[in-house]
């Protein structure tokens, strides 16, 4: 397999492999090995990332950027009677689980590739201190 250049990438550039759910530090190996569970390292260029958690991370960014996507609809929906308002209810609910089921893995990724990018202590390391 490929394996991209080492050296330490950009902010910017770790934060987009992990919306792609990719390895923060070579974009070659994949972040996740499930729909949330961590691959215990890339397969691209060994980084470790299994360790790192996102903890209550992810979900807080899934219900911001939903909550977001959704509100100028829901306003316009409810206010224009346009449709019934149990059609509406229906609709809006089942766009809020598709985006918060397609923006969740994403969200961890972003979390993750921030973590080892800003250098943050992982699971490992508090342990060892111990």
Not at 26 to 46: H, I, K, M, N, T
Not at 77 to 86: D, H, I, L
Request: aromatic share 6%; glycine share 10%; hydrophobic share 50%.
């Amino acid at each position: 397999m490929h394996v991209k250049s080492l050296e330490e990438p950009e902010l910017a550039t770790v934060l987009w492999r992990g919306v792609q759910l990719r390895c923060p530090r070579c974009g070659v190996g994949r972040l996740l090995s499930g729909y949330l569970r961590q691959a215990p390292a890339c397969s691209g260029c060994g980084l470790e990332t299994g360790d790192i958690r996102a903890d209550d991370g992810p979900p807080w960014l899934t219900l911001l950027v939903t909550g977001h996507l959704l509100a100028p609809f829901m306003i316009i929906a409810f206010m224009t009677n346009v449709m019934p308002m149990w059609l509406v209810t229906l609709l809006m609910a089942g766009l809020a689980v598709g985006l918060c089921l397609a923006i969740l893995p994403r969200a961890k990724g972003v979390f993750i590739a921030a973590i080892w990018k800003l250098g943050a202590q992982t699971s490992a390391d508090l342990t060892d201190e111990s």
